[in-house]
């Protein structure tokens, strides 16, 4: 099970004890009896046929590995460690952080550093709220054992896997670096103000304005050991010389703008035709991928999942699907 | 027949906590991640070579290709 239901549907999983992670709008959520389940708030998916806004009446379901195998928490934004110490030696955790949370801000800076990191591997997602209701209702997370939500702290599924099998966690992403300019950050941050370029102090806004970036849509992309980790602009005020991200720049970590995309379902379509989806179990994608991409309607080749503000695999993503198989 | 992951005394574990690892060719999220991270990081070479060493000993079925090329990164 990993799709788009009804929430009566939902409901009847978790009455039958199945162990779930649900992503949906508030008012879906709050109509779900306590159970085994984690949830986040979002009205965002993409389904089988293509992506689709429902603030209302349906929730995305993952189900997750039979009663035993499958633990549930909350830990609060000082206990983020735990999604990684509480962890299975063999398993994964899926794991939903409220947007704007301490939480949120924390584990984007930190979540690399957990000890144990690179041996339990951690996916999830971001909650958000319908892009109309920004400012005036607040992501949340739900711990279903305990009929609790919550603005801040993570919620997380603990899932112990028989030694035969193992996690998985890997990104489809579209965005490809420019070959130009390298920019450089002194610290860790959301919202940086200069950056180094080819050995000048240069305000980040002023040069994106200056390139015709102001717009945002082409995110940073940093190069990790030759993975592609994008960050994403949040806003480019040039006139206030100010930039935010939704995920921190790093000092160490080389950047580049990246090249436009013009398909973004059609590049989408291209890279999913040749990823290997056997044992996928979850996926997701961004809210920003969904917008700029005009997906509402638009199937990408047979990745489902929420629709998110940010995606998780080890550490904090921007504008990336993220996908869990287990092998 | 599948790659061996080097005992944690080898000296290949520093060689690769000191620069090594970033020469190791691989597609896979959670290596590259890391490898970032150590680059990062201001713990100690033995701090590190042991942490390299526990992803390997982890992910020795899943990185045959990583691990073959660890003795001569």
Redesign the interface.
């Known amino acids: 099970m990993n799709e788009l239901i009804t929430i009566d549907a939902a409901a009847a999983l978790i009455r039958e004890g199945r162990a779930l992670a649900i992503a949906g709008p508030e008012v879906a959520l709050d109509a779900l009896p306590r159970g085994r389940w984690i949830g986040g708030t979002i009205p965002y998916f993409m389904a089988r046929d293509g992506g689709v806004v429902d603030n209302q009446a349906r929730v995305f379901v993952t189900e997750l590995p039979a009663s035993g195998a499958t633990s549930f928490a909350h830990y609060a934004a000082n206990e983020l460690h735990n999604l990684v110490a509480k962890a299975p030696d063999n398993g994964y955790t899926l794991a939903i952080i409220p947007a704007a949370s301490e939480a949120h801000k924390r584990f984007a800076a930190d979540a690399s550093s957990y000890e144990g990191a690179f041996l339990k591997p951690t996916v999830g997602w971001i909650s958000g709220v319908h892009l109309s209701e920004l400012g005036t209702r607040t992501p949340k997370v739900y711990d279903g054992a305990t009929g609790t939500r919550h603005e801040d702290g993570v919620v997380a599924a603990h899932v112990t896997l028989p030694a035969s099998q193992m996690a998985s966690v890997e990104i489809v992403n579209i965005f490809e670096p420019e070959t130009g300019d390298v920019l450089r950050f002194d610290t860790t941050t959301f919202e940086p103000a200069e950056c180094t370029i080819n050995g000048e102090k240069v305000n980040l806004a002023h040069y994106l304005a200056q390139r015709g970036l102001e717009h945002g849509r082409q995110p940073l992309v940093g190069d990790y050991a030759g993975a592609n980790i994008n960050v994403s602009f949040q806003s480019v005020n040039a006139a206030q010389g100010k930039v935010t991200l939704y995920a921190p720049v790093f000092p160490g970590v080389d950047y580049r703008v990246a090249r436009p995309v013009v398909d973004y379902s059609g590049e989408f379509r291209r890279q999913l035709a040749s990823f290997d989806k056997s044992g996928a179990v979850f996926s997701c994608n961004c809210i920003l991928n969904f917008l700029y991409g005009e997906l509402e309607g638009q199937a990408i080749g047979g990745m489902q999942g929420p629709t998110t503000f940010g995606e998780i695999g080890y550490q904090l993503l921007n504008q990336t699907t993220v996908v869990l198989r287990v092998l | 027949m599948s790659a061996i992951v080097p005992p944690l005394n080898h000296p290949c574990w520093l060689r690769l906590a000191n620069g090594g690892?970033?020469r190791i060719t691989?597609?896979h999220?959670?290596?590259?991640?890391?490898?970032?991270?150590l680059?990062?990081s201001a713990a100690p070479a033995p701090d590190r070579a042991a942490e390299i060493h526990?992803?390997f000993a982890?992910?020795e079925?899943?990185l045959p290709n990583e691990i073959a090329q660890l003795s001569r990164a």
């Open positions: 690892l970033s691989t597609k999220l959670g290596t590259q991640l890391m490898t970032k991270r680059e990062r526990s992803f982890r992910w079925r899943a």
